[in-house]
T-cell receptor, first 115, second 114 residues
Framework: AQTVTQSQPEMSVQEAETVTLSCTYDTSENNYYLFWYKQPPSRQMILVIRQEAYKQQNATENRFSVNFQKAAKSFSLKISDSQLGDTAMYFCAFLKIQGAQKLVFGQGTRLTINP | ETGVTQSPTHLIKTRGQQVTLRCSSQ?????VSWYQQALGQGPQFIFQYYREEENGRGNFPPRFSGLQFPNYSSELNVNALELDDSALYLCASSLEGTRNTEAFFGQGTRLTVV
């Protein structure tokens, strides 16, 4: 079974700063996907960024980038030039390539961006 | 906003009652997954439906059951409600059978069992 661990329950930074959220996972699979989802107070899960395990290049989406270390089973999210709208719960998630599309989520990190 | 809609948005039920939650998937998506998110926790996978058949189940008892209809919308039914069933229930739709693995989530149904 896969597990996902987010060791930072809460983080807080000033607007425009850079912040890094940590995530580690455990799996015996070789091919899989990793995701970061954002859940604002509206409750809807929004995909922030996706990484395919067979790709060595780290994924980037505008101000969001990841540091994917496959051997270490680590998948951190870096948010540059943070904005007030980035305030939300952030969840790291794992998905096997084979079988049901069952996302395994971490416990989440509550990120607050202060003005 | 995604095209995934859930109803109702909030619900209060009494212990022992039964509840049905509904989800309309995004247009073109053939797979619906249900997740339970307890307060302060990450979502936990309940089950998934693909082409009207259950296609995977998490560690939830049989009193959690579901349906998927020909238009790919879905229902989650919970019988004999317990206090611990109080949670946010999220529905996600996706397209099985392709390499497109993005799941689109609805805004959830907040269920409170008293």
């Amino acid at each position: 079974a896969q597990t996902v661990t987010q060791s930072q329950p809460e983080m807080s930074v000033q607007e425009a700063e850079t912040v890094t959220l940590s995530c580690t996972y455990d799996t015996s699979e070789n091919n899989y996907y990793l995701f970061w989802y954002k859940q604002p107070p509206s409750r809807q899960m929004i995909l922030v960024i996706r990484q395919e395990a067979y790709k060595q290049q780290n994924a980037t989406e505008n101000r969001f980038s990841v540091n994917f270390q496959k051997a270490a089973k680590s998948f951190s999210l870096k948010i540059s030039d943070s904005q007030l709208g980035d305030t939300a719960m952030y969840f790291c998630a794992f998905l096997k390539i084979q079988g049901a599309q069952k996302l395994v989520f971490g416990q989440g990190t509550r990120l607050t961006i202060n003005p | 906003e995604t095209g995934v809609t859930q109803s109702p948005t909030h619900l209060i039920k009494t212990r022992g009652q039964q509840v049905t939650l509904r989800c309309s998937s995004q247009s073109g998506h053939n797979t619906v997954s249900w997740y339970q998110q307890a307060l302060g926790q990450g979502p936990q996978f309940i089950f998934q439906y693909y082409r009207e058949e259950e296609n995977g189940r998490g560690n939830f008892p049989p009193r959690f059951s579901g349906l998927q209809f020909p238009n790919y919308s879905s229902e989650l039914n919970v019988n004999a409600l317990e206090l611990d069933d109080s949670a946010l229930y999220l529905c996600a739709s996706s397209l099985e059978g392709t390499r497109n693995t993005e799941a689109f989530f609805g805004q959830g149904t907040r269920l409170t069992v008293v």
